[in-house]
């Protein structure tokens, strides 16, 4: 099993609250990843960072911001919640093997649902 | 348009039996494709990853085939337990990016059923 951590698994907040979803990884990884998942949909890729104060935004825009101070720490915080927020957003990370070829280790998961 | 495509969207299947899932893929240059498990509320855990040059591999009850000349792979599960009920996902890594950048499908809803 590996070890990602993601807090809190659920949150329910109301609208324009400031939230920020914890994730957190002990296998020394440089790459983390930021993954946001709806029911029955295929993830998509909102953020990423290579390494210690390196941030990208993925392939799905979301208005939402990631820090990473420190390489075991990957935070995603939302300034002001909506309810279009509402959704599963999922941790990664991964360290290089080969070009491509690295292994993708998730958290758990953080189920949000904005009222 | 780097595209991955499952079927079938769901399974039902009796404890026991076995099962084959499909997974066809247009991204291109292909680096790799994986296969996770995701239980429901849980992060995907990963099954197989294959390479180019791989066209099958096998993790227990699970065996992954790979075809990079059609663009197809298939997970086939063996002698079915009620514990692999869950969603099973294809992605596709390519190798146009230092990201290795990773092409999710919806996933394959299977549940098995005593």
């Known amino acids: 099993e590996a070890d990602i951590y993601q807090t809190p698994r659920y949150l329910v907040i109301g609208t324009g609250k400031k939230i920020t979803l914890e994730c957190s990884q002990t296998m020394g990884h440089d790459k983390m990843y930021w993954y946001q998942q709806d029911p029955g949909m295929e993830l998509h890729l909102i953020h990423y960072?290579?390494?210690?104060?390196?941030?990208e935004k993925g392939d799905l825009s979301s208005e939402s911001t990631v820090s990473r101070i420190r390489t075991e720490h990957f935070p995603l915080t939302l300034e002001s919640a909506r309810p279009s927020h509402t959704s599963q957003y999922l941790c990664a990370s991964s360290e290089s093997v080969r070009q491509g070829a690295y292994e993708q280790y998730f958290g758990p998961g953080t189920r949000l649902t904005v009222t | 348009k780097n595209q991955v495509e499952q079927s079938p969207q769901s399974l039902i299947i009796l404890e026991g039996k076995n099962c084959t899932l499909q997974c066809n893929y247009t991204v291109s240059p292909f680096s790799n494709l994986r296969w996770y498990k995701q239980d429901t509320g849980r992060g995907p855990v990963s099954l197989t990853i294959m390479t180019f040059s791989e066209n099958t591999k096998s993790n227990g009850r699970y065996t992954a085939t790979l075809d990079a000349d059609t663009k197809q792979s298939s997970l086939h599960i063996t002698a079915s337990q009620l514990s692999d009920s869950a969603s099973y996902i294809c992605?596709?890594?390519?190798?146009?990016?230092?990201?290795?950048?990773?092409?999710f499908g919806r996933g394959t809803q299977l549940t098995v059923w005593p």
């Open positions: 960072s290579y390494g210690v104060n390196s941030t």
């Open positions: 992605v596709v890594s390519d190798r146009g990016s230092t990201l290795g950048r990773l092409y």
